[in-house]
């Protein structure tokens, strides 16, 4: 199982970012997928969640209304579109599955 996250960068606030997650080694459209963040100093904490057919989606109340996860099963890929960025959200953004996680990409937000 393997994992690889892109898309972090550098974002004023307010701004918006598109975050990718590409899978290999299992059957991708047979699971869940989440993605998941961590600040400096804090522990990890579960962003988003997606059904297998993408039907269902789940936030957690901090990003609720600003983020939206979507995936493609035919390209193996999740993705967390993020809008009106703030401060708070600046997190290393990691996808897992199957309890792995990929490496995760830097998001900070900062004017």
């Known amino acids: 199982v393997h994992f690889v996250e892109s898309g972090g960068g550098l974002v004023q606030p307010g701004g918006s970012l598109r975050l990718s997650c590409t899978a290999s080694g299992f059957t991708f459209s047979k699971y869940n997928m989440n993605w998941y963040r961590q600040a400096p100093g804090k522990e990890r904490e579960l962003v988003a969640t997606i059904s297998s057919a993408g039907t269902s989606t789940n936030y957690a109340d901090s990003v609720r209304g600003r983020f939206t996860i979507s995936r493609d099963n035919a390209k193996n890929t999740t993705y967390l579109q993020m809008n009106l960025l703030k401060p708070q959200d600046t997190a290393v953004y990691s996808c897992?599955?199957?309890?792995?996680w990929g490496q995760g990409t830097q998001v900070t937000v900062s004017s």
């Open positions: 897992s599955a199957l309890h792995v």
